[in-house]
């Protein structure tokens, strides 16, 4: 980005899980004193931990629970038997091979279960360093959440949050033109 850009400012987005990579690149940004502009679009790093944290407290049971929530495996046994298996390829495997619902390719299965399990494992690890940014925050939210949430981010700026509410859902208020608008009405301020 500074190649490219090199005086700043920098508009910063993420979206969903990419909130707190985003975050952290401000950071890096923010300690190299330059000017700062981060969008959430509804993709606070507390928020999604929280609204991950249903999946249980220790690396097991988190793949327990992606393995029989995505392979509707319901049979108290056949849980208890994967449980019993020490590492994820082993308990993929075993899951993999006695799903019957139809899949083309079991190989991209094994591989997109993969990469869900280390990115919900990513954020569920992902501890912010504690030092408050310089920049502007600006917080889209999804139609139904309060303006007032600031969904721990308060500390996580030197300047007053601003939240935004969008109408739509999780994955609707990114195609919504009024994200848009805001995102581009930085850059009349600067």
Not at 130 to 156: M, N, Q, T, V
Request: a neutral charge.
């Amino acid at each position: 980005m500074k190649q490219i850009w090199p005086k700043g400012p920098y508009t910063i987005i993420g979206v969903s899980w990419g909130g707190a990579l985003s975050m952290e690149i401000a950071r890096i940004f923010d300690q190299q004193n330059a000017s700062i502009h981060v969008y959430l679009i509804d993709g606070a790093p507390q928020t999604l931990q929280m609204s991950l944290r249903h999946l249980g407290e220790n690396p097991n049971d988190v793949e327990m629970n992606i393995i029989s929530r995505l392979f509707k495996i319901n049979d108290a046994s056949f849980i208890e038997k994967l449980g019993g298996i020490g590492d994820w390829d082993s308990k993929v495997a075993l899951a993999l091979q006695e799903y019957t619902g139809k899949l083309r390719d079991k190989n991209n299965a094994k591989k997109a279960i993969t990469g869900l399990r280390n990115k919900i494992t990513d954020i569920l690890a992902y501890r912010p360093s504690g030092e408050s940014l310089s920049g502007e925050i600006y917080l889209l939210r999804p139609s139904g959440c309060s303006k007032h949430d600031g969904c721990d981010l308060l500390a996580a700026s030197k300047r007053t949050l601003q939240v935004h509410i969008i109408d739509g859902d999780h994955m609707s208020i990114v195609r919504n033109p009024e994200t848009a608008l805001l995102i581009n009405q930085t850059f009349s301020l600067i």
